[in-house]
């Protein structure tokens, strides 16, 4: 028996397309996102969406510039961090809006 082909506009994971010239990606290991709360944006995704509370940074363990909350789920962590000093940005960053962004992808 085989299997239908998918439509045109539907994620097909049978037909992979070709292989890129420049390497493989494995796998990734945390994403980053920039909060203005990052305490809060842990605890909301353990609370609701069922990670657990992975690693902390932040002034207990030393660190005086950013407060980070690494939550986990199997295989998917997230850091969020917040600054502790608004006044002084690490790498530049300013934060002029009240949205929040991601800095990146560790490969």
């Avoid at 097909?12 to 909060?35: A, I, L």
């Avoid at 809060?40 to 030393?62: D, N």
Wanted: contains cysteine; glycine residues 8%.
């Amino acid at each position: 028996a085989t299997l239908p082909r998918p439509a045109a506009n539907m994620t097909s994971y049978t037909d992979k397309g070709p292989k890129p010239e420049g390497g493989r990606f494995v796998t990734f290991d945390h994403v980053t996102f920039w909060v203005g709360n990052a305490k809060q944006a842990a605890s909301y995704y353990c609370t609701r969406l069922g990670f657990e509370p992975f690693m902390y940074r932040g002034l207990e363990t030393g660190c005086r510039e950013v407060a980070s909350h690494v939550v986990k789920q199997n295989k998917i962590i997230y850091s969020f961090q917040s600054m502790l000093e608004p006044d002084k940005p690490e790498d530049g960053q300013t934060f002029d809006t009240p949205w929040r962004w991601s800095e990146g992808c560790c490969f």
